[in-house]
């Protein structure tokens, strides 16, 4: 695994985008795998200034989301839907059939997971996965216990997962209990992978994806069996390693 080790958030996200920048200038098509949640956020606003300074094109560059919250439509604005065309998609005019996230709001949820990976599955894994990490060890949405087997499904949110992201709505009695998340096996599909993580508060899962042992029990420690890896945090979360 490879391990960048930056000052700050802002460096994180630099180090980030000019890495996914790369990818993107580098080759004529290429498939993203993308990510939410707060860490990734300087890394979008990194690759929209990219944007506007160089037009760089995304005409060949097809996204694939980790995850979904069950029962937001795609226009609700705390989907991860509107998260990606609000903070990426339309900055970058990113060309929106293109770009593919699990709709949470299918009526039959266990297809909608079995066409998602499908999907995956169809272009042989996507060129670059981007991931953030739970406090608790979370890649996508894959909770403590879940079978690194797993392909893209339904996930019940943990308590701890419910809490960290309790911010993120107004309202905390629409906060959805479930997602669909792309699964551990799906995402060690990827071709490489890069991880970033910023803050305290990620310190401890840090330390077991990069110094503990292998286990359901830690869905990170998976990117171990994996032999493309790029890890990009500060110093702050790499604080206990
Ligand atoms: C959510 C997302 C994950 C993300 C995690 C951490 O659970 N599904 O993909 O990595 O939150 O979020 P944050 O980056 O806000 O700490």
Redesign the pocket.
């Known amino acids: 695994m490879n391990i960048i080790e930056v000052a700050n958030y802002e460096e994180m996200s630099k180090a980030s985008a000019d890495f996914i920048l790369k990818k993107i200038k580098g080759s004529e098509k290429v498939t993203l795998g993308l990510?939410?949640?707060?860490?990734?956020l300087g890394t979008y606003q990194e690759l929209v200034k990219d944007y506007k300074k160089n037009e760089t094109s995304y005409s060949h560059v097809h996204t694939y989301n980790?995850?979904e919250y069950v029962g937001l439509t795609p226009d609700d604005p705390e989907s991860y839907h509107a998260y990606m065309c609000e903070h990426l998609f339309h900055p970058v005019n990113m060309p929106l059939e293109q770009t593919n996230i699990p709709n949470g709001a299918a009526p039959e949820l266990l297809q909608e997971c079995l066409r998602y990976d499908m999907l995956i599955e169809s272009i042989g894994g996507v060129d670059l996965q981007l991931?953030?990490?739970?406090e608790n060890g979370?890649?996508?949405?894959n909770e403590p216990g879940t079978l690194f087997s797993t392909s893209t499904h339904v996930v019940d949110l943990t308590l701890s997962?419910l809490e960290?992201?309790a911010k993120y709505f107004k309202d905390p009695s629409k906060q959805p209990t479930q997602?669909i998340?792309m699964g551990i096996a799906t995402i060690l599909k990827s071709k490489e992978i890069l991880l970033l993580a910023s803050g305290e508060r990620?310190q401890e899962a840090l330390f077991h994806l990069l110094r503990g042992e292998v286990t359901e029990s830690v869905p990170a420690s998976a990117l171990n069996m994996h032999d493309s890896v790029t890890v990009i945090a500060d110093s702050q979360a790499l604080k206990l390693v």
């Open positions: 990510a939410t949640g707060g860490t990734p980790l995850d991931l953030g990490i739970g979370h890649i996508g949405f997962t960290a992201n997602a998340t990620k």
